[in-house]
């Protein structure tokens, strides 16, 4: 799952939008990978469609994936790295250490901030959550379900598995990505509640929140 992610990153970036002002920044952290756009998009048809696409190339692993969909500005930081640190190679993420390393994250900023809060907010399970108040500017036939909390903002889910867009046909297209239909998708679900290895908890989001039928 982590290879079928990381390569359809890369085939996105590099195939689909591989220059400015359209092009990806990407930073990875463990299992998971923060995604930036180049400039402000007023209209956020664009993200949800990248995050939709990755989401279903990886399901034919037969594992999930979440994202939290967030704004904000990223800013680069090392520049602020101390010469003793950075040395010679201030672009580089590892720094020595003698007979170690020392990893770096080249970036900080609201976004990073912003995306975090969301995908710890989420409800556990396999969801694309943003806020609620976003929602606005996503086309409005769009599968979006409110998630009931207590908690401000407010957050939505949006139903990666069934929803229909062409920009999303578009860059599965051009990327060369598995695109399951959400039939097929539907059934990797149910494959995935049967052989028991996910949470109740888990199991019943995917059900409420993305429309997958009981088994």
């Known amino acids: 799952a982590l290879q079928a992610l990381m390569e359809g990153i ?36 664009r993200g949800i469609a990248i995050t939709t696409a990755l989401m279903r190339h990886v399901a034919p692993t037969g ?27 201030p672009k580089s ?16 900023g609201q976004g990073l901030i912003r995306s975090a809060g969301i995908a710890k907010r989420a409800p556990r399970g396999p969801l694309l959550v943003m806020e609620t108040s976003k929602c606005a500017r996503l086309p409005s036939e769009w599968p979006i379900r409110n998630i ?39 059934s990797m679900f149910q494959e995935y509640f049967r052989r028991g290895e996910a949470p109740q908890k888990w199991v019943s989001n995917a059900h409420h929140y993305l429309a997958i039928p009981s088994v």
């Open 148 to 186: 009931e909390s207590e908690h401000e903002p407010a957050l939505s889910a949006i139903d990666w598995v069934h929803l229909e867009s062409p920009l999303l046909r578009e860059i599965q297209t051009k990327a060369e990505l598995r695109a399951p239909s959400p039939a097929e998708i539907e």
């Open 63 to 89: 594992r999930f994936t979440s994202a939290g969909f967030a704004e904000g500005e990223l800013s680069g930081i090392t520049s602020l790295y101390p010469e003793y640190v950075v040395g010679k190679w």
């Open 10 to 45: 890369t085939r996105i970036a590099r195939v689909v939008y591989p220059q400015s002002p359209d092009r990806l920044f990407i930073y990875q952290c463990g299992d998971a990978f923060l995604v930036q756009s180049d400039f402000y998009e007023p209209s956020l048809e």
């Open 93 to 108: 993420l590892e720094v020595d250490v003698g007979a170690g390393i020392m990893f770096v994250f080249p970036v900080m």
